[in-house]
Nanobody, 119 residues
Framework: QVQLVESGGGLVQAGDSLRLSCAASGRTFGSLFMAWFRQAPGKEREFVARITGSGTTSFHADSVRGRFTISRDNGKNTVYLQMNSLKPEDTAVYLC????????????WGQGTQVTVSS
């Protein structure tokens, strides 16, 4: 089974930057579509960004476009989320997810890492 482990979260002030990492187990990382989601208390889980297996194509939600950047290093089996110009509304548990097919739901999930942005 694919294991996903997030790291890099923390407590920062508005305007600061963080880089989240998601390390995946196994030898199939390059075949996986990877994504970041987030969930804040009282809100539904929200899509943040996704990236293709090769890392050549990515997509970011409107709420983070221009501030966050998803990337991956297939040699390290790791996907990243660079978060710049953080805002208090970015406060959430950030979850790493993976799926094999181009379409469909995500099959694998990490436990999440907390990001808290103070004003």
């Amino acid at each position: 089974q694919v294991q996903l482990v997030e790291s890099g979260g923390g407590l920062v002030q508005a305007g600061d930057s963080l880089r989240l990492s998601c390390a995946a187990s196994g030898r199939t990382f390059g075949s996986l579509f990877m994504a970041w989601f987030r969930q804040a208390p009282g809100k539904e889980r929200e899509f943040v960004a996704r990236i293709t297996g090769s890392g050549t194509t990515s997509f970011h939600a409107d709420s983070v476009r221009g501030r966050f950047t998803i990337s991956r290093d297939n040699g390290k089996n790791t996907v990243y989320l660079q978060m710049n110009s953080l805002k208090p509304e970015d406060t959430a548990v950030y979850l790493c997810a993976a799926r094999l097919k181009v379409y469909g739901t995500y099959d694998y999930w990490g436990q999440g890492t907390q990001v808290t942005v103070s004003s």
